[in-house]
């Protein structure tokens, strides 16, 4: 099946110790995003590609990059994770960038900070 | 900006009985609405979505919503719940007139089926 999937499902890392993300997706879509979902709070944007294209939301902190080598695959990078970045992270994708699109989320990353 | 408001942060209900969960987006010329669902541990899901047309859309799993632009609504229901419905559910709204792309999302609803 045509899918979104999200590893580690679970990852802990050390605070100020640079940690990785991975998603990847099987259904050929053109944009791929990453949010940050805190507990009991919504989905927050925090950066999209549309094909190579990187589009950084303005409120997200310079400490979180991304990359995206390949259609297939997006990298979220949190270079020095603090307390606060302890959160589920969501992977999504849509099949072109419009505000009438369907999102399709990955299972998340939980991260946890020590 | 736009912004998406869930009234209940939680909505406890018995099994079989109607759920109605409430959604009101600032106001807009026009939007797109939709309902996502998040079971434990996992993404979200997509239910429904009104992009023009008829106001009452109907989704998978049973749910519907109607789009009312005068109370600037899209209230959730299912007639009959089961247990299989506890979860996390979210309103979100795009603006086709920004010029952009991003979907702001509500809150969140926890939905309690409860036998």
């Known amino acids: 099946d045509a899918m979104v999937i999200q590893n580690p499902r679970y990852q802990v890392t050390q605070f100020g110790k640079p940690v990785t993300l991975s998603c990847s997706q099987t259904l050929n879509h053109n944009v791929m995003y990453w949010y940050q979902q805190k507990s009991s709070q919504a989905p927050k944007l925090l950066f999209h590609y549309y094909d190579k294209d990187f589009n950084n939301e303005a409120d997200t902190p310079d400490n979180f990059q991304s990359r995206r080598p390949n259609t297939s695959f997006c990298f979220l990078d949190i270079r020095s994770p603090g307390l606060g970045d302890a959160a589920m992270y969501l992977c999504a994708t849509s099949r072109v960038r419009g505000t009438q699109e369907t999102q399709y989320f990955g299972p998340g990353t939980r991260l946890l900070v020590l | 900006a736009q912004s998406v408001t869930q009234l209940d942060s939680q909505v406890p209900v018995f099994e079989e009985a109607p759920v109605e969960l409430r959604c009101n987006y600032s106001?807009?010329?026009?939007?797109?609405l939709f309902w996502y669902v998040q079971y434990p541990n996992q993404g979200l899901q997509l239910l429904l979505k009104y992009l023009s047309g008829s106001t009452l859309v109907k989704g998978i799993n049973g749910f519907e919503a109607e789009f009312n632009r005068s109370q600037t609504s899209f209230h959730l229901r299912k007639p009959s719940v089961h247990i299989s419905d506890t979860a996390e559910y979210f309103c979100?709204?795009?603006?086709?007139?920004?010029?952009?792309?991003?979907?702001?999302f509500g809150a969140g609803t926890r939905l309690f089926v409860k036998a």
């Open positions: 106001s807009s010329v026009s939007v797109y």
């Open positions: 979100a709204v795009s603006d086709p007139n920004t010029g952009g792309f991003k979907t702001i």
